[in-house]
């Protein structure tokens, strides 16, 4: 079976940082990208960072310059780096991994369940 699971989120004060992590597991051939996605209160799911096999990197233009995005290809495992964060950071971020496994070959995509980020004081 394989999972996709977010970890690090929380509640931090405006101008704090914070570190999530994304392990993906399970019978894994191999994985081409993974992302970070968030959906704050009312609205849609929306692309916050990706990073794709050969190591290219995407952010939202509303994360530029503040979230770093980062991969260890040896533990399968997906960071975001936040810093200076927002008010308008807080929703739950998903994670997410491009896969091909033992039981499905060809690429899919996995999302993780969320981790939830409160930005207030």
């Known amino acids: 079976q394989v999972q996709v699971v977010e970890s690090g989120g929380g509640l931090v004060q405006p101008g704090g940082s914070l570190r999530l992590s994304c392990a993906a597991s399970g019978s894994i051939r191999s994985i081409n990208s993974m992302g970070w996605y968030r959906q704050p209160p009312g609205k849609e799911r929306e692309m916050v960072a990706f990073t794709g096999s050969a190591g290219s990197t995407d952010y939202a233009d509303s994360v530029k310059g503040r979230f770093t995005i980062s991969r260890d290809n040896a533990k399968n495992t997906v960071y975001l780096q936040m810093n200076s964060l927002k008010p308008e950071d807080t929703a739950v971020y998903y994670c997410?991994?491009?896969?091909?496994?033992?039981?499905?070959?060809?690429?899919?995509?996995?999302w993780g369940r969320g981790t939830q980020v409160t930005v207030s004081s």
């Open positions: 997410n991994a491009v896969m091909q496994t033992v039981v499905v070959p060809t690429f899919t995509t996995y």
